[in-house]
């Protein structure tokens, strides 16, 4: 069973910049297209960005097309997402999993707050 945790969260400012890592440990990531996702208060848990494995694919919900960015390290066991030009809106808990979520691999996740 793959184990995750995510870091890099933080506050910041509309328009500010962070980026957003995954930390793999039993297992190597490799092998498993990944995905971030992310919950705002009162909200379901959504899709964000999936990348294949290998890297050669990406997705991005709409809603952060243009500004988020998502890849990948598989030397070292890592899935990342910078995200630029932050709002608001983006105000969340953000997960990783496998593109298409393992209940059972789900981590903390990591807070990112964007005030105006």
């Known amino acids: 069973q793959v184990q995750l945790a995510e870091f890099g969260g933080g506050s910041v400012q509309t328009g500010g910049s962070l980026t957003l890592s995954c930390a793999a440990s039993r297992r190597p990531l490799r092998n498993y297209a990944m995905g971030w996702f992310r919950q705002a208060p009162g909200k379901e848990r959504e899709f964000v960005a999936g990348i294949s494995v290998n890297g050669g694919s990406t997705d991005y919900a709409d809603s952060v097309k243009g500004r988020f960015t998502i890849s990948r390290d598989d030397a070292k066991n890592t899935v990342s997402l910078q995200m630029n030009s932050l709002k608001p809106e983006d105000t969340a808990v953000y997960y990783c999993?496998?593109?298409?979520?393992?209940?059972?691999?789900w981590g903390q996740g990591t807070q990112v707050t964007v005030s105006s």
């Open positions: 999993n496998t593109w298409s979520p393992n209940r059972d691999f």
